[in-house]
């Protein structure tokens, strides 16, 4: 599981069927003292109601076709959760 920001929205007009109710966004992955690191990802957002600023939980590969309503997409990489505070001993601690 990876921590990040959502960056951009894709909007697609084609697409497969599977994915027509799917919001696609891309991710930047950042480090937990909410730093930027020069990665970015694809990743298939169901059901959350997330937009561009949120910072978010990302799971890659098979696993996140395990989130709910994700089974049956052709996806390997989807947003698991919404990111309010992070609590780490006391080197870490933010509230989003």
Do not use: H, W
């Not at 799917?22 to 909410?34: A, G, Q, T």
């Amino acid at each position: 599981m990876d921590f990040g920001i959502i960056t951009k929205e894709i909007v697609c007009t084609v697409k497969d069927p599977k994915l027509e109710s799917i919001k696609l966004f891309v991710v930047r992955f950042l480090k937990l003292d909410k730093s930027e690191r020069n990665e970015y990802i694809v990743c298939a957002e169901n059901r959350l109601g997330l937009g561009i600023g949120d910072y978010v939980l990302v799971i890659k590969g098979s696993p996140s076709r395990q989130l709910e309503g994700n089974t049956d997409i052709p996806v390997d990489s989807a947003i698991s959760a919404k990111v309010d505070s992070i609590f780490i001993d006391d080197k870490y601690k933010y509230l989003i």
